[in-house]
């Protein structure tokens, strides 16, 4: 029996991680709002290297719609304007010394609803990765019933189990998809 709940734990270890990445990957999608998200994991060409802005400078939210970029070295200035102007924010940077400002503009209808199809894509590829957590299990649990570690009883019992954990993953993802839905559309 320590085998499936093995087999329980490190599927619920993988649908956590993937829960948590999904957070991270919806941070990164403008809302109307000022985030520091938005800009941190951008790269920039620094001395021939791509570097995380979030490496070169500081970056803090002064209001609710502006981002303040606060470099370190004043020769990164004109490479990180370049860096935010081709990412696909939208956002145009406004340099004045060490210090980038960006005003966060209103999002269009039409960009708002990019921005809602975008998150419906990014939700279908985590539940893609959960249902595969949970088949990758399932086979494991199949294997055990084959190689007679466990009766056919346990293994359809494990099943519904894991059928159970993906259901509480599932609606979490879920949950998460309609509140960045909601911030999107939020005017």
Do not use: C
């Not at 400078?57 to 102007?85: N, R």
């Not at 503009?105 to 539940?127: A, C, M, N, Q, Y």
């Not at 466990?150 to 189990?161: H, M, P, T, V």
């Amino acid at each position: 029996m320590s085998a499936i709940k093995t087999i329980f734990t490190d599927t619920k270890d993988k649908m956590e991680k993937t829960v948590i990445s999904l957070e991270n990957e919806f941070s990164s999608v403008r809302t109307g709002r000022a985030s520091p998200a938005l800009v941190k994991g951008l790269l920039v060409e620094y001395y021939g290297v791509s570097t995380p802005l979030s490496q070169i400078a500081s970056i803090s939210i002064p209001d609710s719609k502006t981002i303040a970029i606060q470099l370190w070295d004043k020769e990164a200035v004109i490479d990180t304007e370049k860096a935010i102007l081709k990412s696909e924010l939208g956002l145009t940077p406004k340099a004045e010394g060490n210090l980038i400002r960006i005003n966060i503009p209103p999002l269009s209808e039409e960009r708002r609803k990019d921005l809602v199809k975008l998150v419906g894509k990014i939700t279908e590829d985590f539940h893609i990765s959960l249902r595969n957590s949970r088949k990758d299990s399932i086979e494991k649990i199949r294997q055990l019933e084959k190689n007679k570690e466990i009766s056919i009883d346990e293994s359809k019992s494990a099943q519904n189990e894991l059928q159970d954990i993906y259901s509480s993953f599932t609606n979490q993802v879920n949950d998460l998809k309609k509140e960045k839905e909601t911030e999107v559309l939020e005017v």
